[in-house]
């Protein structure tokens, strides 16, 4: 299974532990588990928490389970954090091999996996390009604190 919600990437790896001990040991429901990361990581919206939610289960750090979300035992870390991101998060891996050819700006990263974007999600949304553009930044964003990629004058580079 990919899962597509990406939040925006935080300043320090740190932030993805805090979201993780945000989310209870014992399952709850989606609502209550929501309201603690809003609460507990000062997120703006249940929507940004539901994200959050969702992209943790991407990464391994949180369960779904038949009475709720509960955080697992996994410890995050880079390593395990970036193999989970690439190989659980849509598109990421095409990212991080267009990364590879040569240096990518948030535009030209999209041009490359553009042709990967849903037929249906582009029927649904009329600003599909938009939001497709937004999810790549954020991505490579990911790439960078996950130690996947760097930052260069050009764009983005693999690490």
Not at 8 to 33: I, N, T
Not at 96 to 102: V, Y
């Amino acid at each position: 299974m990919k899962f597509k919600p990406v939040p925006p990437a935080p300043d320090e790896f740190e932030f993805v532990a805090r979201a993780q001990g945000a989310v209870p040991r014992v399952p709850d429901s989606e609502a209550d588990c929501c309201a603690r990361l809003v609460d507990r990581l000062d997120l703006s919206t249940r929507d940004d928490a539901r994200t959050w939610l969702t992209f943790l289960r991407a990464l391994e750090l949180v369960t779904e389970t038949p009475t709720g979300y509960r955080r697992t035992e996994t410890e995050p870390t880079v390593p395990d954090c970036r193999a989970a991101f690439l190989d659980r998060v849509f598109v990421a891996s095409a990212v991080h091999d267009a990364l590879a050819a040569e240096p990518q700006t948030p535009e030209s990263a999209f041009a490359a996996v553009r042709e990967r974007v849903p037929t249906w999600e582009r029927h649904r949304d009329p600003s599909w390009e938009a939001t497709w553009r937004e999810r790549i930044a954020r991505l490579l964003d990911w790439l960078v604190l996950f130690e996947a990629a760097e930052r260069v004058d050009d764009g983005f580079r693999v690490r």
